[in-house]
């Protein structure tokens, strides 16, 4: 079997962003490989932890991949602050005679974004609206290398390296079992240290917080990078509740057109015709969403990557941009507008004095507390008596039950496959036990725990 075949085995997905099946990743060819190592969110710890530990794996996998993919030149990108992680790379990839280069970043935010890190490490410039192939690359990050590496060996996905932190006891890295509860994850992490909490999926900046009505939804996937837990009254929970209207009438009144979102914007100082500012004013003056939608400078909301600095970071006002921006995202996709993007420029002159460091980005989203927590702090997981294992954990198609309430599984058999001639990805028991509920989900039980 080639690579892909063994990833689509294995079901290998992204882990960073929206579980692209990587399969249909690496079916192209590329002429670079960078392994982005740069794992910018502010308390994720997880790539950083999996690099110090798996160097050796992630080299032979890093090799593996570029010589499929017929590149030239493999890249390792991490930030110059990531000492321990260094060291590990550099002695694993001296063995392999020179194949494997080593780029250094600063520590500053997005790093990890994989257009800016592409700019970062080979100065090429994703065209708008494009993805990273467009210039000749593909990145991937250190947890999905992981999974690659043990697709190479025969070994599908079943677990989830994740960072647990916050108001935790015992902020960390854990090793969990696809389809675990947060409480379960959070229980692993010595519990919560306060009353009222609220939970977010992934870093602090851009992740999703957490609607405790939904408890079902809170459970490990393959794309859950971490599980963070701060105060019920944070900034980053007061500022998401803020009604449409109450922003709307915040743009009108508030929003006074300095433009400071889009120079601060990593994706308008690439090149892109993104400009947050000019969205915000399309949006402040559109009598309804139709009208907004055909406002091109709003539509190129779309370019948007969410990174949220024109919010938490620019915005002198404490507006929301990069909200209204996913709004609009939101309409133009509901309303089935097909979206062109304009030509970009190229990358703005003053961009290397506009970057943010990662710190000062921790610091304005109000986590600075919890920044400083090491990637060693690695804990192991007693065994799990039940998982809940959601169908769509990737891009695509949700996958099919393959198994039956009442029949038993092992872990690292095969329990959902994609449905024929779609883009998924195939799904493995996480655990060994009895199947309870297979119909949106596959709920598994470890015998005698039901
Ligand atoms: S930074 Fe804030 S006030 Fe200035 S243009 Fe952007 S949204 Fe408006
Ligand atoms: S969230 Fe704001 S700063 Fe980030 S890419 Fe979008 S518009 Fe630009």
């Known amino acids: 079997m080639n690579l892909p075949q063994l990833a689509l085995e294995a079901g290998v997905v992204g882990c960073g962003g929206a579980g692209f099946p990587a399969q249909v990743k690496y079916a192209k060819p590329a002429e670079l ?13 997880t790539d950083q932890y999996i690099m110090a530990r798996f160097a050796e794996r992630l080299c032979a996998a890093a090799l593996a991949v570029k010589e499929h993919l017929g590149a030239k030149r493999l890249i390792f ?65 250190a947890g999905t290398l992981l999974s690659v590496a043990d697709a190479l060996e025969g070994k599908p996905v079943t677990h989830k390296y994740l960072t647990v932190t916050g108001e935790v006891a015992r902020p960390g890295v854990f090793r969990v079992p696809l389809g675990m509860s947060y409480g379960e994850c959070i229980a692993l992490a010595g519990g919560a240290k306060i009353g009222d909490y609220c939970t977010l999926t992934g870093g602090p900046v851009m992740g999703r917080l957490n609607d405790p009505e939904s408890p079902e939804d809170q459970v490990v996937t393959k794309t859950t990078s971490g599980i963070i837990l701060l105060p019920g009254d944070h900034y980053l929970r007061r500022r998401n509740e803020i009604p449409l209207i109450h922003m709307r009438n915040r743009a009108r009144a508030a929003c006074i057109q300095c433009a400071i979102c889009s120079a601060s914007c990593p994706r308008s100082l690439l090149g892109s015709p993104l400009r947050p500012h000019l969205v915000m004013r399309a949006f402040a003056s559109a009598q309804s969403m139709e009208e907004l939608t055909r406002i091109e400078a709003a539509r190129n909301a779309m370019l948007c990557c969410e990174c949220g600095i024109c919010e938490i970071y620019a915005c002198p006002m404490e507006l929301q941009p990069c909200r209204i921006n996913v709004l609009v995202k939101g309409e133009i996709r509901r309303r089935g507008i097909k979206f062109q993007p304009p030509p970009g420029g190229g990358p703005a002159i003053d961009r290397p004095y506009r970057r943010i460091p990662s710190e000062r980005m921790a610091s304005r989203a109000g986590v600075l507390p919890y920044y400083h927590i090491p990637a060693d702090e690695f804990h192991d997981v007693p065994a799990c008596g039940r998982v809940a294992i959601p169908l769509q954990m990737h891009a695509g198609l949700p996958s099919l039950p393959c198994v039956k309430a009442g029949q038993r599984v092992r872990q690292g058999e095969l329990i959902a496959d994609i449905p024929a001639g779609a883009l998924g990805a195939k799904i493995h028991a996480s655990i060994d036990g009895l199947v309870r509920e297979a119909g949106n989900r596959i709920v598994i039980e470890a015998e005698g725990k039901g």
């Not at 490989?33 to 710890?45: D, I, K, S």
């Open 33 to 45: 490989f960078l392994v982005n190592g740069a794992e910018c969110e502010p308390l994720l710890r």
């Open 77 to 141: 990108v991490l930030k110059e602050r990531y000492r321990r992680q260094i060291e590990a790379i550099k002695g694993a990839a001296a063995k392999f005679e020179g194949e494997i280069e080593l780029c250094l970043l600063d520590s500053v935010y997005p790093a990890g974004d994989e257009q800016v890190l592409l700019y970062e490490a080979a100065g090429r410039v994703v065209p708008p609206g494009g993805i990273p192939i467009q210039a000749g690359a593909l990145v991937s990050n």
